[in-house]
């Protein structure tokens, strides 16, 4: 089981992004998916879930500026981030649920932000 996220980098406040996070070893389809980050200095935090039936959830701190997606056919589950604040900068990662009774993480993907 591997998770693998991509498309971070830096931006400038109101810029955009999108993460990407390809997944292997297992079928996407029956597992929730979230985006977590982790700023240094705080613990690791949701940003974005969706499960397996598409439903959608967001930290408030994102809500209206960030989306959540997921391509089950390519094994990948995006987040699209607008409008992006210098507190946005953090390492993000992709999790997938009880995979195999395990919650399973991808390595990280840093997004900083500048002001």
């Known amino acids: 089981v591997q998770l693998q996220a991509s498309g971070g980098g830096l931006v400038q406040a109101g810029g955009s992004l999108r993460l990407s996070c390809v997944v292997s070893?297992?079928?996407?389809?029956?597992?929730?998916l979230g985006w977590y980050r982790q700023a240094p200095g705080k613990q690791r935090d949701l940003v974005a879930r969706i499960s397996s039936g598409f439903i959608t959830n967001y930290a408030d701190s994102v809500k209206g500026r960030f989306t959540i997606s997921r391509d089950n056919a390519k094994n990948t589950v995006y987040l699209q981030m607008n409008s992006l604040k210098p507190e946005d900068t953090a390492v993000y990662y992709c999790?997938?649920?009880?995979?195999?009774?395990?919650?399973?993480w991808g390595k990280g993907t840093l997004v900083t932000v500048s002001s």
């Open positions: 070893g297992f079928t996407l389809d029956y597992y929730a």
């Open positions: 999790n997938a649920e009880r995979v195999y009774g395990t919650d399973r």
